[in-house]
Each structure stands twice: as C-alpha cells, then as structure tokens.
C-alpha cells in the first residue's frame, strides 16, 4: 500500500513565531488518518500547506508522490477535497444550484446531484436555498459538494464542530462509504470519540512536532493502566493488578460468584491527549 | 494557458444566478438609466454630460458590482473553495468578470439610448469604451479582493465613485491650478477628451495617445490585480 502523503521536517514559521517546527509523518492510501492536537498546534496550518495554501519554511511535503505545489495543477484539483467546518457555500441559490455549479467546475455528470444528496439525505432539500438550511443542514450540503468528485484525498478540519448528534451521524456515514470507495481521509478534530471511531491511525501533534502515531488501539494498549477495577454483588469496588500478583483473589472472586462486572481500565483517547499535550481539550 | 470555457461559462451563470437575488447589488445597475432618462428628457446635453452618466455607469458598475461580487465570495469564504477547485486563476477572474463585462454593457447601452447620444464615430467610441470597460472591471476585482466583506468593498469603492464621477470636473479647474493637469491622464477624463475629438470630426490615429493611456490603466490595473490574487491564493 502506497503513502497519499509524506512529509519530512517540515517547519512552518510566521515571522518569530514557529507553528511547526519538525513535523514528519505519511499518509497511506485508503486509511482514514486523524491529525489531532490542541487549539494552535498548527492542525489547520499543515492541512494549508498539504493543499497548497500556503507555502512552508523547510522541509518536504509530497502528495500522490509529487510536490504539494503540483496541487495547483487544474488536473491535480480534482483528485483532493476540502471540508471545513466553514462551509463556503452560496447562500442566495439552492442545495440543487450549488452542487451543479460544482458539477461543471469539475467536469461530473449532473446525475451524481442527486446520487450525493441520498448519501447525505437531503434529497428533499434540493430545491431549497442553502440560507434557509441548518447549520447541520449546511455542512451535509458541503459534505454532499465533496461527495460529487470521489476525491482520492479528502481533508476535513473540524468536520463536525458544533454540530448536533443526528447531523454528526450523517457525516459520519458519509465519510465512511466515501472510504470505503477508496478515499484516503486527513482528519483534524477536536472530537477524540470521532477520532477514536473513524481513523484507522492516529497522530498527535504538539510543540510544533508528533508526539506520538499510532492505531487507536495500540495507543489505548500502550498507555493503558496495570490495573481493573471489580465490583462486587455486596457492592464494594476493589482494584486489581492484571498481573499474576493477584490472579489468586480474582479467581477466588470468580469461584464464589462474587463479581458483577470487571472493567480493564484502558485509557481513552481523550485521556492520552491531555497526557501527552497537558492539556485539556477545548 | 489552459482555459475551459465549460467552467467560465458555470461562473459566468452562478453570478447571473446570485446577481438577480441579490435585490440590494443589482438595484445599483438602474440608478445610471433612471439618470439618463432624466438627462434625455432635459435634452440639449453637452460631452460633459454625456459622459459624466457614461462614467458613473462604468464605475458604479464594472467596479461597483464587481467589488461586491468578489467580497462577497471572500465573506462567504466560497472564494476558497472556488480556488481550491480545477478553475484556474484566468478561468475564475474571466468567468466573474465576464458577468460585470455583459452588465456593464447592457447598462451602457440603455443609457446611451435614453440619453440619445450619437457619437460622430462609432467605432473610436466602441474601441474607448471597451478600453475603458477592462479598467473599470479589473480595478473593482482589485477592490473586492482587497476587502473582507461587501460592506468593506462598498467603503473602498467610494474613492473611486468620486474620482472617476465627479472627479471628471477637476480638469475644469486644471488651468487654475496647474498641479490639476496630471488628472488629465486619467481614464475618465481621457475618454471624454476622445469624445471631444471625435466629434470635432478626429479620426483613429489622432485618438492614439488617449487609446494608449487607456489601455496603459488597464494593463496596470490588471496586473495588480492577478499579483492580488495570487497573494489571496496563498497565505
């Protein structure tokens, strides 16, 4: 399986200010790859750099093997999406008008309007004007403009922000039967259950580099606990080691019947974040 | 340089689209034809006159609206995702600016109608115009890619409402005032001195020099305008 995206020190700095100072990671083809870190770790400044937004001071960015900056290419254009939680939809036409415009821009049959508009349920909606949806709504239409093109590389940053559950849901089941076709996600949030259900890796940036890459579950093994906590039927709650130190007790436990439930203790994703930036999620 | 006429044309139609619903812009196209139906009405109109309503259509037009189609993209942030689509910078400034050209044209036409103004010579006319018409379209680009938001294009745009409407006078003054004279080289003022020549019975090649000022403004203007963009492009 070939990398989508290789970067290698990269640094990024504004003036004085270092927004990234060594930054290197890759990006495999068809993985769904969450980019967290804490508010001005610099998610949003890599995502520019990777769309050829914004230039970097040093390093080596490569996405489908070439130079970012071949990105600007009209043909490369179509081979990578944006979605922000800052739609950029035209208010003044409706759901049906936006994704058409976007049909011809990016050379797409028209038919695919309404292939997009089932995925994200808003078939109905089409002929209404984009002023008059929900922000959820909003983010569903832009979501459905992204579906148009089957990008081969989608960055979402902050897919989800201030969103209720059920339009969360249907972002979700968007982006995974968009991977599922073959689309390598770059997913920044601040959402560590979203990042925890839909990426397959998972980097942590801060202090301007990676702190740590991995699985969501060999990041949850790696800082998990030695120790689970057991409740019993006389409604006390003890701790025990995983270890064979007190594989004796919980034996006796279980010969007696004793236990309700037994909890591992693993961290979750969240708690790894706070672990390793020190701080809390906003 | 690859242009796709598919795509120019898609932003061409999206403008018409929001144009026609956006009652508080597209109400500013009929202020210069209810001036000139006035001014027709009056009758016995001089070159100064004429052109004053020629001049504020250009302005309030090819600049105005287009500052106002442009900010309005960068408010909206769909500016972003315009550019971060397979339209390239040619195909996205021609396709918007495209709608303002056919606008501003219209616009003019009906003015010249009500006013009733028939010029000695068509042609130097048409050429002038058309000339003056890239100007005033790539320097209200400029003003709409300068400012966040309409209202801030609409601010911008006044400097330039007043020197290229009422600004036209200042030659009026000029000998008075010789520090004036170098309003002389303005777009507006060259164009009415076209039409002064034109109807003294001047042919194409004593209009050369205004031609080539006008053109000058507007390949100034232009290039500005893409080194804007391109800076708007990248942060």
New interface residues.
């Given amino acids: 399986m070939g990398n989508v995206i290789e970067i290698e020190n990269l640094a990024k700095a504004f003036g004085n200010e270092h927004a990234l100072t060594n930054v290197n990671f890759h990006v495999k083809k068809g993985e769904i790859f969450g980019f967290l870190g804490p508010s001005g770790a610099g998610k949003t400044t890599t995502i520019k750099i990777l769309t050829g937004q914004m230039s970097y001071t040093r390093g080596s960015v490569q996405v489908f093997g070439e130079d970012v900056m071949q990105l600007k290419k009209s043909k490369n254009r179509k081979r990578f999406g944006v979605l922000t939680d800052n739609s950029g939809l035209y208010d003044k036409l409706s759901v049906e008008d936006n994704l058409l415009f976007y049909c011809e821009l990016y050379d797409v049959p028209t038919k695919k309007v309404d292939e997009v508009l089932d995925v994200v349920q808003l078939r109905e909606e089409k002929k209404k004007r984009v002023a008059k949806l929900s922000k959820g709504m909003r983010q569903r239409v832009t979501l459905a403009r992204t579906l148009l093109h089957e990008p081969a590389l989608l960055f979402l940053d902050e897919p989800t922000s201030a969103l209720d559950p059920v339009n969360t849901q249907f972002i979700y089941k968007g982006l995974r039967e968009l991977n599922e076709r073959g689309t390598t996600i770059f997913l920044t949030t601040h959402n560590m259950e979203e990042a925890d259900s839909l990426c397959d890796r998972i980097a942590f940036l801060h202090d301007g580099e990676i702190q740590l890459l991995d699985t969501p579950d060999a990041l949850k093994k790696q800082f998990a606990k030695d120790e689970m906590d057991i409740e019993l039927k006389n409604g006390n709650r003890i701790t025990l080691s995983k270890g064979k130190k007190d594989a004796q007790i919980l034996y006796n436990y279980m010969k007696k019947e004793e236990i309700v439930t037994i909890h591992s203790n693993e961290p979750t994703i969240g708690d790894i974040f706070v672990y390793v930036t020190g701080r809390e999620l906003v | 340089m690859?242009i796709?006429m598919?795509?120019v044309?898609?932003i061409f139609?999206?403008d018409y689209?929001?144009f026609s619903?956006?009652m508080s812009i597209s109400i500013v196209i009929l202020m210069t034809p209810l001036l000139s139906l006035f001014y027709g009405k009056v009758g016995e109109n001089t070159i100064d006159s004429y052109y004053f309503i020629f001049n504020m259509t250009f302005v309030m037009v090819a600049t105005y609206v287009q500052s106002c189609l442009i900010a309005e993209e960068r408010e909206?942030?769909?500016l972003?995702?315009?550019?971060?689509?397979?339209?390239?910078v040619q195909e996205i400034l021609l396709g918007k600016s495209l709608f303002t050209f056919s606008t501003t044209f219209f616009t003019m036409m009906v003015c010249i109608i009500l006013i009733d103004y028939r010029p000695a010579n068509i042609s130097i006319i048409t050429v002038a115009m058309l000339l003056s018409t890239l100007f005033y379209i790539a320097l209200g680009t400029f003003i709409g890619l300068f400012a966040k938001s309409v209202m801030e294009a609409s601010v911008y745009s006044f400097p330039a409402i007043g020197i290229f409407t009422v600004g036209t006078f200042i030659r009026l003054f000029s000998e008075q005032y010789p520090m004036l004279k170098i309003a002389h080289y303005l777009p507006n003022i060259q164009l009415i001195d076209i039409a002064l020549k034109v109807e003294a019975g001047k042919g194409f090649v004593n209009v050369l020099p205004e031609l080539g000022v006008i053109l000058l403004w507007s390949i100034v203007a232009m290039i500005v305008t893409v080194i804007v963009y391109k800076k708007r492009?990248?942060?």
């Fill in positions: 690859n796709s598919k795509r044309k898609a139609m999206k689209k929001e619903r956006n909206k942030n769909t972003r995702a315009l550019i971060l689509s397979p339209a390239n492009m990248v942060d």
